[in-house]
């Protein structure tokens, strides 16, 4: 396995560590609520930090998007906004399914989307070979380990019924939908190489080059966002808030932000260094560390103090499932 590859891999890693931690600020908000907290995070994480990081690493923007046809930034910016429909129907389906239920659906789906379509559209002729097959069982075992660590979930909260009857069905659609729309931040990025191609073409380094593909993405995903903690602030009347002190709750929110934006963009440089399935691989296994670093960190934080013994054995089945589909997926990309 070259370098670059290696190097892939450790920087997936680092952007699976700060994407599952990405959430935990919010734990610690006192006088906000979540929209608050979310209004802040979504203009952090979608608007200063995407421009800040392209106009400092890449450059040229002016350059780049003027020197492209509309549709070569329509497409990233509409599946950017699809992705930020998904973010505000995750919270819903969440908040009516349970964690486990829910992640499962959203998780599963999203993974396999999201690592299935740009290995279809971009890299179809390696489905046939030995590593097309070791990235199909390698999926196989990574919706098997996400299945298993949902059921964990679900343990752990024994005491917790998932509503019923029409409501129940109406959530269950959101979470379906929800799980097809996530992986639309990956499309983005997969399909908007046109813009990372003319920055190259500009003199910016590939590794760089991605930076300016994000601005686009997540102008994209603010606007749902951006809706939808609109209306809750008018709905809730939840504006006053911001008229009182800004800490703790606006630090955590900012940092909930470099964490996102600081995953977002590290798993950029290493689809670069994961070669031509950086994308679909990668996509991979980002998901497969991110899962990894949310269920460790929510032990090392008490949240299975409580649980059922059976509950860790099958939680630690379910990471031991997702270790081996990282081996497999790996193998796949060498």
């Not at 390698?138 to 098997?144: E, F, I, P, Q």
């Amino acid at each position: 396995m070259s370098t670059m590859v290696l190097g892939g891999l450790g920087l997936t890693l680092v952007a699976g560590l700060l994407s599952g931690n990405c959430m935990l600020p919010m734990k610690f908000a006192k006088r906000w609520q979540w929209e608050n907290v979310w209004l802040v995070f979504s203009l952090v994480s979608l608007v200063i930090l995407p421009w800040t990081l392209a106009l400092t690493l890449a450059g040229h923007l002016g350059e780049i998007y003027g020197g492209l046809e509309p549709r070569q930034l329509a497409l990233p910016f509409l599946l950017g906004a699809g992705w930020g429909i998904a973010q505000v129907l995750f919270g819903l389906s969440v908040a009516r399914l349970g964690l486990a239920l829910g992640y499962a659906i959203i998780i599963g789906l999203g993974s396999l989307g999201g690592t299935l379509v740009p290995l279809f559209f971009k890299n179809r002729g390696v489905l046939g070979t030995s590593r097309g097959a070791w990235i199909v069982a390698g999926l196989a075992v990574m919706v098997a380990g996400i299945a298993v660590s949902a059921r964990a979930g679900g343990q752990r909260e024994q005491g917790r019924k998932a509503e019923a009857g029409a409501g129940y069905a109406l959530a269950l659609a959101m979470a379906v939908f929800c799980g097809l729309l996530a992986p639309m931040i990956n499309y983005s990025f997969a399909f908007g190489q046109d813009i990372a191609v003319r920055a190259i073409k500009l003199g910016i380094s590939p590794e760089r080059a991605g930076y300016a593909v994000w601005p686009v993405t997540l102008a994209g995903g603010l606007l749902p966002n951006l809706a939808y903690c609109l209306y809750l602030l008018f709905r809730k009347k939840t504006w006053g808030l911001f008229r009182g002190p800004w800490l703790p709750d606006a630090g955590h929110a900012m940092l909930m932000a470099v964490l996102w934006m600081g995953a977002m963009s590290v798993y950029g440089v290493a689809a670069v260094y994961l070669g031509a399935l950086g994308t679909s691989v990668g996509w991979g296994l980002f998901q497969i560390f991110m899962i990894m670093t949310a269920n460790f960190g929510g032990v090392l934080t008490g949240e299975w103090a409580a649980a059922p013994r059976s509950a860790l054995r099958t939680l630690y089945a379910g990471l031991a499932l997702l270790g081996v589909a990282t081996v497999m997926l790996a193998a796949g990309n060498r």
